[in-house]
């Protein structure tokens, strides 16, 4: 393939032919023919010789599996072999994702002897989650005078479900941090009932059962009287995730995209509520992605849930009313929707309150600010969204808040606490069952 | 010297051998046309691709569009001056679209596309500036030729040159060749000199591109055989038009080489049937 510069030095050639024969000066015809010629002898020799070589190059890229985690380096192998009975050299890259960073041998030149095999390693460090390819690679060659080019993409692509990164979730699994943050006398649903610790003693009264009977307090104010012991009744309460899982929440740049962001915030806020012994489910929702992950008291669907989004990444439009339609037919009322979406697509907010009609939801609202990419070239730019942003962000608050819910606007700082404080508030008010 | 001052000096060093036939030609003709030039046009541009060396970036690209204006101010002042639009006393201002302002402007192109082709980075702008020069620089010297031999005013001779050149084309359309060739006529004064500087500017070219190309490879073998075979054709091919000029068919025989190694080449093109071509 001829590249832009051969064509432009072509035609500058050519020029040259036409406009020497117009003027009829024998030499420099002489020397315009021939200057065409030495360019165009070139890229018809590179077309019949070296050109031909690259598409036999074969190339195999491979790694131990396809899974990775975020910020955890991955070793990938690139075995290359010249099937040309003759020398081969070529240039060589590894296509691969902005979300990847890349180091080693990825890219570079080689030189093969006929049937030589050479084997290069890189390593790959992703810094988002979800699904991405890794490949073809790349071989390209050209002419000695730069004019044209040869490429081939000659080897399979690579598939990488890249999980989200211990260190952003591991600080919720921490026994002793988490319950050092919150859970150190926050058990606000108390009530008597049936369970297994005591909460306090009254007056016996007839139909009370003998095996609640304080006999130890028998007697101990007037003589004759009996207490019972009431038991604290544990009140249990689902917590459903419904993540907007459209374009409008991949935004961002490299290492800070919005789905990503909010994807470890949402797990380690399922850690802490699956730590007080309350049910947690998902629902990843898209015109494109629909997963829906039941409730339940153990941590199966937060492991569950790492492994969907290790194999997704947002695409397509949400719909608040689908999802929560689909909703109302799997969960019960008494479930607390956490909705968390950048709420980028028109929809009557309305039409939403009276879907989710007697259910019960707190509505989080992704600012798209925190993910504006930063740098002092960008300073204009992100002045000018951040008024804008902000009012807009403060107005679907508003219409949320009007319509009773409790609504949050939440960045890449404080989406963790406002996740866990609703949570906290819910538990407070005897949300549960 | 760092490494980047030093490969730009060579680069311009390189340029400079490119450019060899249009600087033998500019010391030979300018000397002797610089006085039937309007000496405020040709000031006013022959510096400006040296200028715009030592200004900044950001109004780099502003010095031409201003140069242009300001001749266009003046132009229009001489204009409105001639008209009595204005008083006569602003013609000492004024340029006028006359003669010698057609030398300017033939001149000025070739001395600005002379200093931008050495000062190039592009191998392609470089060649293409070689020829507007080496052409420009050329008419003049037919019309400075015509205007020895025949002994008619320097502006009339240019004229005629001209006017040859314009002929040559009306007659490539009408008649499909074309019999008046200004160099073709007349004969150049400093013809060894000039196969000299075509010498030094082929080579140069090569070396440019040598210089271009992929420095990791060995390109050694690929690229004597592109000289070796771009001589053998340019110079089968210059036969070839030299046998076809008889019956004045010099472009028909050009154009069907050019074809013909065009398609050779889109044809030998490996990546032609892959992308379903």
């Known amino acids: 393939m001829i590249r832009k510069s051969g ?67 991955k070793e990938f192998t690139i075995a290359f072999l010249n099937k040309n009975n003759s020398p081969t050299s070529f240039h060589y890259y590894v296509y691969s994702s ?32 979800g699904r991405y390819r890794l490949g073809p690679v790349s071989v390209y060659t050209e002419d000695g005078m730069r004019l044209s080019v040869e490429r081939a993409e000659v080897s399979r692509m690579v598939d990488l479900k890249v999980a989200p990164a211990l260190s952003e979730i591991m600080a919720a699994r921490s026994e002793r941090i988490s319950n050092m943050l919150y859970y150190t006398g926050i058990h606000y649903n108390k009530k008597a009932g049936q369970g297994y610790d005591f909460l306090t003693l009254r007056e016996y009264v007839p139909g009370d059962e003998i095996r609640y009977v304080a006999w130890s307090m028998l007697g101990k104010m007037k003589g004759d009287d009996i207490y019972v012991k009431q038991m604290e009744e544990e009140r249990i309460m689902d917590v459903l995730f419904l993540i907007d899982y459209g374009n409008g929440m991949n935004q961002g740049h490299d290492g800070k995209r919005m789905f990503d962001s909010i994807m470890a915030d949402v797990i380690k806020t399922s850690y802490k509520i699956r730590k007080n012994q309350d049910g947690v489910g998902y629902l990843i929702w898209s015109s494109e992605v629909n997963v829906y992950i039941p409730p339940e008291r153990t941590a199966a669907p937060i492991e569950n849930l790492q492994k969907v989004i290790s194999d997704l990444r947002p695409s397509g439009s949400f719909s608040l009313a689908t999802s929560i339609d689909f909703l109302r037919r799997k969960i019960k009322k008494t479930t607390m929707m956490f909705i968390i979406s950048s709420f980028e697509y028109d929809e009557d907010p309305a039409s ?3 879907l989710i009609g007697s259910f019960k939801a707190m509505f989080f609202i992704v600012n798209p600010y925190e993910f504006v990419i930063t740098g002092d070239e960008n300073r204009t730019l992100r ?6 942003q902000n009012s807009i962000m403060q107005k679907k608050r508003e219409i949320m808040r009007r319509f009773g819910f409790r609504t949050e606007v939440v960045g890449t700082k404080d989406a963790y606490r406002k996740l866990v404080s609703s949570y906290l508030y819910a538990k407070m008010t005897n949300m549960g069952e | 010297m760092d490494t980047a001052s030093r490969e730009t000096i060579i680069g311009n ?39 715009r060396r030592f200004l900044g970036k950001s109004i780099r690209g502003f010095v031409y569009p201003a140069a242009i204006l300001i001749a266009a101010v003046s132009i229009l002042i ?6 009595g639009a204005i008083s006569k006393r602003y013609l000492v201002i004024g340029t006028p679209v006359n003669e010698p302002f057609m030398v300017s402007i033939t001149l000025v192109i070739g001395i600005v596309t002379l200093l931008e082709g050495i000062f190039a980075g592009k191998l392609y702008s470089v060649i293409t500036l070689m020829a507007f ?47 008046s060739l200004p160099l073709a006529t007349f004969t150049i004064p400093i013809n060894s000199y000039l196969i000299g500087g075509f010498v030094v500017s082929m080579v140069s070219i090569i070396v440019a591109a ?43 025989a050009i154009s069907i080489v050019i074809v013909v190694m065009i398609y050779a080449i889109i044809r030998t093109d490996p990546g032609r049937k892959s992308n379903g071509a």
């Open chain 2, 210 to 252: 040598y210089r271009n190309g992929n420095r990791s490879m060995d390109r050694s073998r690929s690229f004597a055989y592109s000289v070796l075979y771009g001589s053998i054709l340019g110079g089968a091919s210059f036969y070839f038009i030299t046998a076809m000029s008889r019956f004045s068919l010099q472009f028909l």
């Open chain 1, 352 to 354: 939403v309150r009276d």
């Open chain 2, 133 to 179: 020069s080496s052409l420009t620089f050329l008419d003049l010297m037919a019309a400075f030729i015509v205007f020895r031999e025949t002994g008619y005013p320097f502006f009339t001779s240019y004229m005629y040159v001209e006017l040859m050149e314009y002929e040559a084309m009306y007659t490539l359309v009408v008649y499909g060749y074309e019999f």
């Open chain 2, 13 to 51: 060093l390189v340029n400079f051998g490119v450019m060899m036939p249009a600087i033998i030609m500019a010391i030979y003709i300018l000397p002797r046309t610089f006085s039937y030039a309007n000496p405020f046009i040709l000031f006013l541009f022959a510096f400006l691709p040296i200028l």
């Open chain 1, 383 to 388: 002045t000018t969204l951040f008024h804008k």
């Open chain 2, 78 to 83: 001489w204009a409105a001056s001639v008209s």
């Open chain 1, 7 to 73: 064509y432009l030095i072509l035609s500058a050639s050519v020029y040259n032919i036409f406009e020497s024969i117009l003027l009829g000066y024998k030499y420099y015809i002489i020397f315009s023919i021939i200057l065409f010629f030495v360019f165009a002898s070139d890229i018809l020799i590179f077309n019949l010789t070296t050109a031909r070589l690259v598409r036999n190059i074969e190339v195999d890229i491979s790694a131990e599996n396809e899974k990775a985690r975020k910020f955890s380096p």
């Open chain 1, 98 to 129: 902005d979300t990847f960073k890349m180091a080693g041998d990825f890219e570079g030149f080689l030189s093969l002897k006929p049937f030589e095999r050479v084997v290069r390693k890189f390593i790959v460090t992703p810094n988002t989650i």
